[in-house]
Structures are given as structure tokens and as C-alpha cells.
């Protein structure tokens, strides 16, 4: 189930964090850390102010990790997120289907941003809306 969506101030832009970060994923024991980086230098800074260590821990919360830290590269624009306790154990004592955590970025990416309209243009996938019209069957 997916979080539900911040409101929307007058300006802003809801969008999940996928349309304007990517990520990478790495584990070592029951310890996973997810890289987020911003595809737009124009956006790192409303990533740095929503995508934080409370933010992140919230959105994981259902696998109980017992920290979060945050650290950040701003010459990359990118940060890399170090969650301890949330892989049940490392890939040599989990039963988890997928013990390395690889798709814990994809569960971060879709954290709910809200960023200014006039940054709209920076995101992946574009602004416009569809054109094509959706025809009957």
C-alpha cells in the first residue's frame, strides 16, 4: 500500500520521489543503504528538505529499522541513506525473499514529494499532459 500523498500547497507539485530522484541499492549483513540521486540539480535542494532521516524512517517503518542516517554528497546531488536492522537478519539468516534488500530503493522512490510548479520541468517523464485521447473498446 502506498503512503499517502502530502497536501498540496498553492504553487506545489505532488509527485513520488521516482519522478525526480533515481536510486541504487547495497546491503552488507542486516544493513542496506539506498543512494538517492536527484535527476536535476535544480531539485537537490527540496530533496534535502523532504527526503530526510525521520522521513525515511517513517516510510520503512514496517521494517522496524533501528536507525537511519543520512548522508550527504552535494556536489553529486545525490545521498546515500544507511538503515541498520531492516534486512530480518542479512542474506545468510533471512527468509526474506529478497535478503540483499535490492528493492528497498524502489520502495523509497515512491516517498511522496511535494516541490515547487516552476520546478516541474526537471522531472522524469515530463510535464505534459497526455494528448492522446483514451478510446473505448
Known sequence: MLPAMP?????TLTVPLYRAAHARTGDKGN???ISVIAWDPRLWQTLVAQVTE???????AHRRPSRVTRYLLPRLQAMNFVLDD????????ALNLD???????????????????????????????????????
Open 7 to 11: 497536501p498540496s500547497m498553492p504553487d
Open 31 to 33: 544493513r542496506s543503504n
Open 54 to 60: 525521520e522521513a525515511v524512517a517513517r516510510h520503512f
Open 86 to 93: 531492516v534486512l530480518d537478519g542479512g542474506v545468510n539468516d
Open 99 to 137: 535478503s540483499h534488500g535490492k528493492s528497498l530503493s524502489f520502495l523509497l522512490l515512491e516517498l511522496p514529494i511535494a516541490l515547487p510548479t516552476d520546478l516541474a520541468d526537471c522531472l522524469a517523464g515530463g510535464f505534459e499532459p497526455t494528448t492522446t485521447p483514451i478510446q473505448e473498446t
